[in-house]
Every structure is written in structure tokens, then in C-alpha cells.
């Protein structure tokens, strides 16, 4: 069967190629991709190529095919896994495969297996490490946001408290107690709100900053104090650049006191130290956002670390139970994260996209692979509709939604888009 995919063959040499894969073996599993969502991984890789921890050496005479975060449907069951998944079964893929301690992973290392091609062929040690996860939602663009997600059902995990006086660690933030997300709007900022005010150990009291006024009031749309209020949490979303003293601002709102938990989701040196300073007694500081620059650090107070029981966790991503867990909640409808997509393109429009992904502002950039469509922003569809139909139907369907992707406008565009 021919497949069409974007492949790396070294730094900034991404190609959108059309080529034969080869046949299935009896341990693989033929699969068709419908979304995937380009992250800011894939850029990386790509400005990297073999230099990336996860990229073989000789990817200039073995391309690989990118993109990890990807969700589509099987087609073919090789005779091994016949007992266990079956052609139709809709699938996601945690990348992170760990086999036999290996780096490898599916978007950065394989020749047939990546998120941004038409169809893939998954290899056995996929499978076997139990990362080939079913998904039964509706919407394949939730299926691909599993992955971001995941790392967001992870960073709460990953917090931790410690009863005085034992030393044993109480995994997840402080049910019921207090919560604060600084640079809290953006796309991962927006899916930990919502992961937040639904999941089942939720805290009584979130704030969520920024200093972006259209972004925050994007969020209290979408998001909303109501809904967070139903759910048991009071959440309050506040705009730290019009408060001449934030840190007192954000502790009056907790009472005067301090947080159990705080999420720092930028890499910016005031927003870390600002966090420092808003933890209670065993307070615990996630640093979420990831750096580019090696050398970045901020300062913490090491009287508290020692007098107050403040501590620091950092996470890169998700387990694999993290990822069956967005799964199952995107699954239920618990949580949604279209709020994280911004734009939507076909996948003729991965190369130029990947390249030049840290340029292109908002939030989750969604690919559809089996169509031909620039990269365009929701926002424009309305302005582009006046002139083409397609996306004056894309732009109605979106403003039904709070102006978000949504199943409807997915099931609309894959019925009537150019195929690729």
C-alpha cells in the first residue's frame, strides 16, 4: 500500500513524499491516520535531525516519518495481535515507548510509523509495551490531543505533600485545598483548567493568571466560574500585569495564606520566583514549562524550602496511564480539548508548519492528514468564507461551538475538504 507522509531526512529538511510501505508482518498492524497535532517537539526534532537524542544517525539515508501525536483507525491486524484489536478500532499511541530502555519513538525514529502520513505500519514493540491504546470518542482530534493532555494529567500526579512529622509522599495536589496556574491561558494552561475542575481530586480553590486581557477573557468563556462552581471549585482569573504587588493580590484572593499548589506552564524567571513566593507550609511548585535555554534558572527561597516544607517537581510529559486516563475522559465527555486548537491545515501544510511552528502564534495547530488545506487560524475562517463557502460552513459551525473545533465541524470538513 502507498502511504503520503512528511519525513525528516536531517535539519530543516522536512519532504512531504508519497512511497510504497512495505508489507505487513505478522507482528504489525496496518493503520490509517486521520489527525495529528503538531507539537513543538516535532520542530525541534526537526531543527536537530540526527544531532535529536531520539533520531537515528543515518536519518539522511533512513528518513523517519514525524509527528507523535496522532489518532486514526485500524485497518489491517497483523495474525500476532488478531485477538486483540481488529480493523475499524480507533486507536491513539503513547510515543513514549521506553522498549528495552530505548529512546525510540513513533514521530521521531521509525521510517513507517509517524503521525503526519496518510497510513502507517505500527511496529510489534508497540503492542508490546501496551502503548497502542484504544479510543472510543467521537472526534479524532481529541484522540490526537491525548498525548498534551497526558502530560497535564501527569504534572498532577506528580505533585507531591508530606505529612509533618512522616516522610512518606502523598502523590497529586491537595484535594480540596488551594491552587494557582501563573501564565495559566495559553493552550497546556487552558487544558490543565479544564482537566482541573473535572477530574476526581480537584482543588476547593483555583486561580488562573496572566497578563494577556483577551486571553483570560477567552479562558472565563470558555471555562467559566459557573461551571468550575458546579464542580465544587471556586475559580477566579486574574490579571497580574494590572496589580502592583501580585503575590499579595493572589494571596488575599487564598485568604492571606498560601497555596498548596502551584503550576508555573511559562519559562520566565519573575513568573518562577513569583510562584516561590505564593506557597504555603509543604507547598508544592510545579515547574511545567519547559525551557530552550540550558543555562535558565530562577531564584527560590531556601529558608522556606527548609522552615516551610516548600518543594519542586518538574515534569516533561505522561505515562501511559496518564494517557488512558485523558482518553477515557475525552470518551465520557469530561473533558474537552479543543480549547487548546487554534488552527487547522491539511497535510501538505506540515512541512512549512513544522518549520516555522515557534513564528506562528496561538495555541495547537491540528492536522488532518488525509486533506490538502493551508494551515489556517479559526479565527479567519469567517473573513476567508466570504470568498469560498467551505469556510464560511467551517466559520458557522465553529460560532455554534464558543468559536472551538468541535466534532461537528471535524465530521463537516472531513466529508468536504480536498483530498490530499
Not at 512528511?6 to 512495505?22: A, Q, S, T
Not at 495481535?81 to 529512546?103: C, E, H, M, V
Not at 507547598?283 to 529558608?303: E, I, Q, R, W
Not at 473573513?383 to 458557522?396: H, I, S
Amino acid at each position: 500500500m502507498k502511504t503520503k507522509a512528511v519525513r525528516l531526512y536531517g535539519k530543516g529538511d522536512l519532504r512531504l513524499e508519497e512511497f510504497e510501505l512495505p508489507a505487513l508482518k505478522e507482528g504489525e498492524i496496518l493503520a490509517r491516520i486521520v489527525s495529528d497535532s503538531i507539537c513543538m517537539s516535532s520542530y525541534k526534532a526537526q531543527s536537530q535531525g540526527a544531532d535529536h537524542k531520539r533520531v537515528p544517525d543515518n536519518v539522511a539515508d533512513n528518513p523517519v516519518m514525524i509527528g507523535h501525536e496522532f489518532c486514526g483507525e485500524i485497518v489491517e491486524v497483523g495474525s500476532r495481535w488478531s485477538s486483540k484489536f481488529k480493523s475499524g478500532d480507533r486507536f491513539s499511541i503513547q510515543p513514549a515507548l521506553n522498549y528495552k530502555g530505548s529512546l525510540d519513538a513513533p514521530g521521531y525514529s521509525y521510517q513507517y510509523i509517524g503521525g503526519d502520513a496518510t497510513y502507517i505500519i505500527i511496529p510489534e514493540e508497540v503492542m508490546e509495551m501496551d502503548c497502542l491504546l484504544p479510543y472510543k470518542g467521537d472526534a479524532f482530534f481529541m484522540g490526537s490531543l491525548a498525548e498534551p493532555m497526558s502530560c497535564l494529567v501527569g504534572a498532577m500526579h506528580a505533585n507531591y505533600h508530606i505529612k509533618q512529622g512522616t516522610y512518606i509522599h502523598n502523590m497529586g495536589i491537595v484535594e480540596g485545598g488551594s491552587m494557582a496556574v501563573l501564565a495559566g491561558v495559553g493552550p497546556m494552561g487552558l487544558g490543565l483548567i479544564d482537566y482541573t475542575i473535572h477530574c476526581d481530586k480537584r482543588p476547593a480553590r483555583l486561580v488562573v493568571t496572566d497578563i494577556d486581557k483577551a486571553r483570560l477573557e477567552r479562558a472565563a468563556s470558555i471555562y467559566t466560574v459557573e461551571e468550575a462552581a458546579a464542580n465544587g471549585v471556586e475559580l477566579t482569573y486574574v490579571n497580574t500585569s494590572e496589580s502592583d504587588d501580585p503575590v499579595k493580590t493572589l494571596m488575599d484572593l487564598n485568604k492571606g495564606a498560601g497555596f498548596d499548589d502551584v503550576f508555573v506552564m511559562a519559562p520566565v524567571k519573575p513568573v518562577v520566583e513569583q510562584g516561590d513566593a505564593l506557597l504555603g507550609k509543604d507547598g508544592c511548585l510545579n515547574f511545567f514549562a519547559g525551557p530552550s535555554n540550558t543555562d535558565f534558572s530562577a531564584s527560590m527561597n531556601f529558608y522556606d524550602v527548609h522552615y516551610a516544607a516548600h518543594h519542586i517537581v518538574g515534569t516533561s510529559g505522561g505515562n501511559t496511564d496518564d494517557m488512558r486516563e485523558s482518553l477515557e475522559m475525552m470518551s465520557r465527555g469530561e473533558i474537552n480539548p479543543a480549547a487548546m486548537i487554534t488552527h487547522i491545515g491539511g497535510l501538505d501544510a506540515v512541512v512549512e508548519t513544522t518549520i516555522n511552528l515557534p513564528k506562528i502564534p496561538g495555541g495547537k495547530k491540528l492536522i488532518y492528514t488525509g486533506i490538502s488545506m493551508d494551515l489556517t487560524a479559526i479565527a479567519d475562517f469567517e473573513e476567508k468564507g466570504k470568498a469560498d463557502p467551505f469556510f464560511k460552513e467551517l466559520a458557522v459551525i465553529c460560532d455554534r461551538n464558543n468559536g472551538l473545533w468541535s466534532t461537528e465541524a471535524e465530521q463537516y470538513l472531513l466529508k468536504n475538504a480536498k483530498n490530499i
